[in-house]
């Protein structure tokens, strides 16, 4: 696998302007990469917000703050882009239950609004200006109203915020469902097809996969499918299954399997694979550990690009999505910033001699089981103190 230890491993990115914000969950950095020619440069330093190396879900621009979403507990860091000042926003202090990972986030009339990935997507918001925090019901006990019944540990597809609404899709039943942000009502789709694997909005139009078939499918709220689009050499079984997006003439698969990335004619329906991504996909996802597994930890998109954020390789991949163009950015930090961030701060040493110099090895090993570690403990703060070794 290739992995350099001084490299990006992120979930999510926000582009603001000109300029790509993602952020280091290896070395708990803030980074900024100019979409021009990829230089970055690193914002901020979280090291001591960041208990437990939780990765960030969501990265959210409100005003002059970067907040950001963190998958495992039910908290916030504010991190000021004026003034580098970050601040802790924790809703609670206790660490989600194991089938309550935070997996959306959305910002909407100065609120921030979190969705659970299970537990019957529980759903919470976080007031910017006040720093209130409320917890509402599920989206579980929504669907109930309704008489319809999804299990609390059912998860969801990836979510979507369109306006004040929320969609997003219960996969393996055939709902999609949007969620009004000022009523707090729900609206239930029935797809017409017993289970949904994947489900996608591309800023046009919603896709959607099922299990077991190679179906790419347009599907619209108010006409139901418009129209399937069939690669036979793909067979969608795992959730969720890929990312599509579409421009006007053509559609592009990005799946989760060792394919590689796919473009459909949208007339012809002639497609071809563009091999990019799939020598990049070799992973061994421990079930047991982590039910969702994927190769890429997000993605981010606009109308002509589309950026992807594996987590596997030390890159970060460039889709110009008009021209079918390819750039990889390597995401690795230079090594003189490596060692200053690392070495010379002497990050996480728990309470070695700061005269000493580190090895690395164990500590990635063990982050990189830990990020998907559901039974991880409160009282594993201070990992540095465990995992260090002395040269």
């Known amino acids: 696998m ?16 000109e300029s790509l914000y993602t952020f280091n969950n290896r070395l708990s950095l803030i980074m900024k990469y100019d979409l021009k020619d990829f230089s970055y440069e690193i914002v901020g330093e979280l090291q001591n917000y960041m208990i437990s190396h939780d990765p960030v879900i969501r990265m959210i621009m409100f005003e002059e703050n970067l907040y950001l979403v963190l998958f495992r507990r039910r908290g916030i860091v504010r991190f000021n882009i004026t003034k580098k000042n970050p601040t802790e926003c924790f809703f609670s202090k206790k660490i989600l239950a194991p089938n309550e990972l935070i997996w959306g986030a959305f910002m909407y009339k100065s609120h ?3 969705f659970s990935v299970s537990a019957g997507c529980k759903i919470y918001s976080f007031n910017c200006v006040t720093g209130e925090h409320q917890e509402y019901c599920s989206v579980k006990e929504l669907f109930k109203k309704k008489n319809l019944l999804i299990e609390a540990d059912d998860y969801f597809s990836n979510m979507f915020q369109i306006h004040n609404e929320v969609w997003s899709a219960v996969c393996g039943t055939p709902y999609v469902f949007c969620l009004n942000l000022d009523e707090m009502g729900l609206t239930v ?16 139009d919603f896709w959607i996969t099922v299990p077991g078939d190679s179906a790419i499918i347009n599907w619209s709220p108010e006409d139901g499918i418009l129209n399937c689009f069939n690669v036979s050499e793909i067979n969608f079984r795992d ?15 990005i799946p ?21 991504v799939g020598s990049y996909q070799k992973l061994s996802p421990d079930k047991n550990v982590y039910p969702v597994v994927y190769p890429f930890g997000g993605y981010i998109r606009t109308s002509d690009i589309l950026i992807l954020l594996p987590r596997n390789i ?13 750039t990889y950015v390597d995401s690795a930090l230079k090594k003189e910033d490596y060692e200053r961030m690392y070495v010379k701060n002497k990050l996480y040493t728990g309470g070695l001699e700061e005269t000493r110099d580190y090895k690395l090895t164990d500590y990635t090993e063990h982050l990189n089981k830990d990020i998907f570690n559901l039974d991880r403990k409160e009282k594993d703060k201070n990992i540095g103190r465990k995992i260090f070794t002395k040269m």
């Open 112 to 114: 921030i609004w979190e």
């Open 239 to 253: 959730y969720p299954s890929c990312y599509i997006s579409g421009t006007d003439d053509r559609v592009f698969v």
């Open 256 to 276: 989760n399997s060792d394919k590689d990335f796919c473009c459909i004619n949208k007339k012809t329906r002639e497609y071809k694979f563009l091999s990019f």
């Open 2 to 17: 290739n992995v350099k230890k001084n490299s990006l491993v992120c979930f999510t990115g926000i582009i603001d302007q």
């Open 189 to 204: 789709f029935h797809i017409g097809c017993e289970e949904i694997n994947s489900f996608d909005y591309d800023g046009r």
């Open 314 to 326: 030390d890159k970060i991949i460039v889709i110009d999505l008009q021209y079918e163009t390819i």
